[in-house]
């Protein structure tokens, strides 16, 4: 079983809709999670993370975390073409320890 | 703030000789530095995790005689991309962690080496 699992996609969204992405995790003690955007031929740019059970908000993203099902997903409200990307789910698997572990990423694509 | 920089963005070798790719902390000091490839329509690999002034923790598949990895300062790690081969092409990318704020890791815009 991967340890971080996503959806390949690719996912196509109306421009305006709300885009959902999903993302799994095999290790029940994992401490942080992050998602990171990238486009095609870039590195990934940090868009949120999260720790606690719950949603965090910033602006047109919403990160929500479910430790009991070890689930973290990234809302994306108003969707704009400029959002079409690959959205890379990491967990902090050990505590204390800087290391992420990357799923393999959903395809994005936002139709104008 | 937080940014970081690699060094070149992109190089084009001949198989068989060796590469060296930098990532540097701009403006901040970076306790660790992750090294990553990604090949193409895949995710992001980790290759090792290094400190500054100790030898780099490699990943298990990862030939640390082949990957050179020298943490030489808080602002500068470097791998080396050694008898390359065609195989070995990929995208190369950094991060680093800032000193006062270990979990996020702030990447570098990567770099593209083709082996020929």
């Known amino acids: 079983q991967k340890e971080v699992e996503q959806n390949s996609g690719p996912l196509s969204v109306p421009e305006g809709a709300i885009a959902s992405l999903n993302c799994t995790y095999s290790?029940?003690?994992?401490?942080?999670f992050f998602w990171y955007r990238q486009y095609s031929g870039k590195s990934p740019e940090l868009i949120m993370f999260?720790?606690?059970?719950g949603d965090k908000e910033d602006g047109r993203f919403t990160a929500q975390l479910n430790k009991a099902s070890q689930y973290v997903s990234l809302l994306i409200r108003d969707s704009q073409p400029s959002d079409s990307a690959t959205y890379l789910c990491?967990?902090?698997?050990?505590?204390?320890?800087?290391?992420?572990?990357f799923g393999t990423g959903t395809r994005l694509t936002i139709i104008p | 703030g937080a940014v970081v920089s690699q060094h070149p963005s992109w190089v084009i070798c001949k198989s068989g000789t060796s590469v060296k790719i930098e990532c540097r902390s701009l403006d901040f000091q970076a306790t660790t530095m992750f090294w990553y490839r990604q090949f193409p329509k895949q995710s992001l690999m980790l290759m090792a995790t290094?400190?500054?002034?100790?030898?780099?923790?490699?990943e298990q598949g990862v030939e640390k005689d082949k990957f050179l990895i020298n943490h030489a300062s808080l602002t500068l790690s470097t791998l080396t991309v050694t008898s390359a081969h065609p195989e070995d092409s990929s995208f190369y990318i950094c991060?680093?962690?800032?000193?006062?704020?270990?979990?996020?890791?702030?990447f570098g815009p990567g770099t593209r080496l083709t082996v020929t």
């Open positions: 999260i720790y606690s059970n």
């Open positions: 290094s400190n500054e002034g100790s030898k780099a923790t490699y």
């Open positions: 290790d029940r003690g994992s401490q942080s």
């Open positions: 991060s680093a962690t800032n000193e006062g704020d270990s979990y996020e890791q702030y």
């Open positions: 990491a967990v902090n698997i050990y505590f204390g320890n800087e290391k992420l572990t």
